[in-house]
């Protein structure tokens, strides 16, 4: 590994093995640590300044979920997501994004939830128009931050618990690193977003179904063919 800037990301009291997990996961995303590279326990144990077994922990967190392959007796090698989990975990974001929202519309139409749920959205939207059109990072993360917030309004713990595990962003933050074909989209994006809170102020379903539905369907293809550049050998694979 060449020299890089190996901190721990997390709060105070927070577990090694978990800001381990959080650090490299984002070194991954953001191509600090590149596709192909081999990681090895006890070398990033000692640049991080830890012992080894929270490393460990983290790295055996982060190749269950696909971001390192185990090379046997050889440490990691950094993978990059494949086709069939990119539409695996957009199958999966599109059924809980909208549940939430049904569940948002009828909690509005029951009169359990305010017009201040709206509100919430709309500043949500309103800064990822206004802070997020020129740096990808600043994007990607208030991007998300919208769709989380959606997801949360609607009330359901366990859906939001969910959400928050399959990392939606950082798996599109993966996927673009080093393009730029994010800025070319966000005209599309912004109408989608704003087709998606429309249905939300008229309290329609099957409205808010539909714009989901076109919006996650957009943004799964895209993300097929950031993928196909960053992974030409990869196109058309299933796994």
Do not use: C
Request: aromatic content about 6%; cysteine-free.
């Amino acid at each position: 590994m060449t020299e890089r800037d190996f901190v721990l990301q997390g709060a105070a009291g927070e577990k090694l093995s978990s800001m381990a997990y959080n650090s490299l996961r984002e070194m991954i995303v953001y191509g600090q640590l590149r596709p192909g590279e081999r990681l090895y326990p006890n070398d990033l144990a000692q640049r991080f300044g830890i012992s080894a077994t929270p490393v460990k922990e983290a790295i055996t967190r982060l190749a269950t979920e696909g971001y390192l392959v185990a090379i046997p007796r050889r440490g990691y090698n950094v993978t990059v997501p494949t086709p069939k989990r990119i539409r695996e975990l957009w199958q999966v974001r599109l059924g809980l994004e909208v549940t939430a929202g049904e569940l948002l519309i009828a909690g509005l139409k029951r009169g359990d939830l305010g017009a201040a749920v709206i509100a919430d959205l709309e500043h949500h939207l309103y800064r990822l128009e206004a802070e997020g059109s020129d740096e990808h990072r600043a994007h990607i993360e208030l991007n998300a931050a919208f769709h989380q917030k959606l997801v949360e309004l609607a009330g359901n713990d366990t859906l939001t618990g969910l959400y928050v595990s399959i990392a939606q962003h950082t798996v599109g933050a993966w996927v673009q690193t080093g393009l730029t074909t994010w800025k070319e989209r966000l005209p599309a994006e912004k109408r989608e977003h704003e087709a998606i809170l429309e249905a939300m102020r008229h309290l329609d379903e099957d409205r808010f179904r539909s714009a989901m539905k076109d919006h996650l369907t957009r943004s799964l293809a895209d993300a097929l063919e950031d993928l196909s550049h960053r992974n030409p050998d990869m196109e058309g694979r299933s796994s």
